[in-house]
């Protein structure tokens, strides 16, 4: 699980400093939610997530960034519920990816 829970950390302190960029007006959103989604896809690494686990991690990743930015900058009650959300589900996604890939080593240690 220790694993699991650092992949977590880098990828919140990866969206919390995205939203903290995007909340400023002038900064160029593009490279910034770029970022954030090579971080998010890079996150997965270590487990046997191929490219539809890795994307749908990346994608939450900058949806959260984005959400995140306009939930700190109080635009109401739907990007907070929204940002949770999305936070919840990357979390089931990330334990899935982690989880999975210690059940197949566990099986393939078993058989041998």
């Known amino acids: 699980m220790p694993a699991f829970l650092l992949r977590l950390l880098l990828l919140l302190a990866v969206e919390a400093g995205a939203a903290a960029l995007l909340r ?3 900064t160029p959103w ?3 939610l ?3 989604f090579v971080a998010g896809s890079a996150v997965p690494h270590g487990t046997e997530a191929e490219f539809a686990g890795r994307f749908l991690v990346a994608l939450t990743a900058v949806g959260a960034a984005r959400l ?3 939930a700190w900058e ?3 009650l739907p990007a ?7 936070l919840v589900f990357q979390t089931a996604v990330l334990m899935r990816l982690s989880l999975r890939g210690r059940r197949r080593r566990g099986r393939r240690a078993g058989r041998g």
């Open 80 to 86: 907070v519920a929204g940002l949770g959300v999305l």
């Open 30 to 32: 593009i490279p910034v």
């Open 24 to 26: 400023d007006p002038g």
């Open 68 to 70: 995140g930015a306009t």
């Open 74 to 76: 109080g635009r109401g």
């Open 34 to 36: 770029l970022a954030v």
